[in-house]
């Protein structure tokens, strides 16, 4: 397994540096992988591809048209009660995915940054198609703890079964939908960037912030057993400056201190939001030590903060060794997805990332987190969360 993972990533790293054609670049998208196949330490799944800037618009700006694909397989662990749409603390559907999904994406720039080479404003939209099968677990039957508490994992259809219900047109999971076995969606997004951004990996200096909306209407999202209904607007500001940099006489980075802060917003809504747009939403996905698909409400707000320590590049711009200090803190309001169930949440969290900076294409690492509130659902009632670490959070 070693072995498989050396390969991938020097496939990946290999693709990554092709010289494209002056109108084409290499465009990656992002990468996940399933915590039982070698302890989530092998990508599973990763969407990449190309952009062509060839057409150009606007004299000066850049207008491009990107296209990436996905596939893999992928593990979900959703902590919700299939019977009233309540959180539970124990024992909770865990199951296996195989997706493949594409994505095409128009972007426009406008007016000229203040950093070299960028545009001031970058208006984009585009569709994303996702096609998921669903399948038991490869651990059924197999023991796993959350905290101090032991369950056994459960086939899909047993796990329902144990509530008295069927996975077929469950409210609370709508990616079942009525065979319960596969989800076809389709989901529209616009947005609108500011970019004042010098980021120049191991330093970073400047101002970003994001606007965006994605909408997954019914008619694009009821051709297969599953069902979306849903829309979800983001805003995400990003803040850094350099506190110190130490370079040799080559001009090569030996030491720098950076200071960044992320604040952001959400608000999602709808009548069946799926558990993949769930996912990223989620307040215990943005708050680091927490879980994935917790504390899922309607309203969520989040403040990221990051004291990045940058080692020195001994072979190559881009390969560096980085600490960063870490302190969260986040807010969320609303219903639970599909639910009408009330709650509101605060969670706050502070710790380490210790990464190895791949040419701004991974950082892979090890993250140990404290909390201050609440419980990391994976590890209940631990406040040292330890996880592997693929990519820097913003």
């Known amino acids: 397994m070693r072995k498989k993972l050396t390969i991938f990533l020097v496939l990946l790293l290999g693709i990554s540096s092709l010289s494209f054609a002056s109108d084409w670049r290499y465009v990656f998208g992002d990468v996940s992988q399933h915590p039982e196949i070698l302890g989530g330490l092998l990508p599973t799944y990763t969407i990449m591809g190309a952009g062509y800037d060839g057409i150009s618009l606007i004299e000066g700006n850049r207008t491009e048209l990107q296209l990436l694909v996905g596939v893999g397989y992928s593990q979900r662990k959703i902590w919700q009660n299939p019977v009233d749409g309540s959180f539970i603390t124990e024992n909770p559907l865990i199951y296996d995915l195989f997706h493949t999904n594409s994505l095409v994406r128009f972007s426009q720039g406008f007016l000229q940054s203040s950093v070299p080479d960028k545009d001031l404003w970058t208006a984009y939209a585009g569709f994303e198609g996702s096609f998921e099968i669903y399948k038991d677990s490869m651990v059924v039957g197999k023991d796993r703890q959350n905290g101090t508490t032991t369950y056994t994992v459960s086939s899909i259809a047993d796990w329902f079964t144990s509530y008295g219900v069927s996975p077929s047109d469950n409210a609370y999971y709508p990616d079942f939908g009525a065979n319960g076995d596969a989800m076809l969606s389709t989901t529209l997004f616009a947005g609108i960037k500011l970019d004042m951004m010098d980021d120049q990996m191991v330093a970073q200096d400047g101002f970003e912030s994001d606007f965006s909306l994605r909408i997954g209407p019914s008619f694009l999202n009821s051709l297969l057993a599953g069902t979306a209904s849903f829309y979800s607007f983001t805003s995400n500001t990003i803040a850094a400056i350099t506190l110190y940099s130490l370079k040799d006489e080559k001009d090569i980075n030996m030491f720098s201190l ?38 899922n409400t309607q309203f969520s707000v989040v403040n990221n903060f990051d004291l990045r320590i940058s080692g020195p590049e001994p072979i190559s711009d881009g390969l560096f060794p980085r600490v960063t200090l870490f302190f969260d803190v986040g807010f969320g309001a609303g219903n639970y997805f ?12 502070t710790g380490v990332q210790g990464t190895v900076s791949l040419f701004d294409f991974m950082d892979l690492g090890y993250q140990v987190a404290y909390l201050f509130t609440n419980n990391n659902y994976m590890w209940y009632g631990n406040r040292v969360v330890g996880s592997v670490t693929f990519f820097l959070d913003f």
């Open 338 to 349: 599909n639910t009408s169930l009330f709650e509101t949440n605060f969670l706050a969290s």
């Open 258 to 295: 950076v200071a960044l802060d992320r604040f952001n917003i959400n608000w999602t809504n709808g009548n069946a939001v799926p558990l993949y747009e769930q996912e990223t939403v989620s307040l215990g996905r943005k708050v680091r030590g927490y879980s994935n698909w917790t504390f």
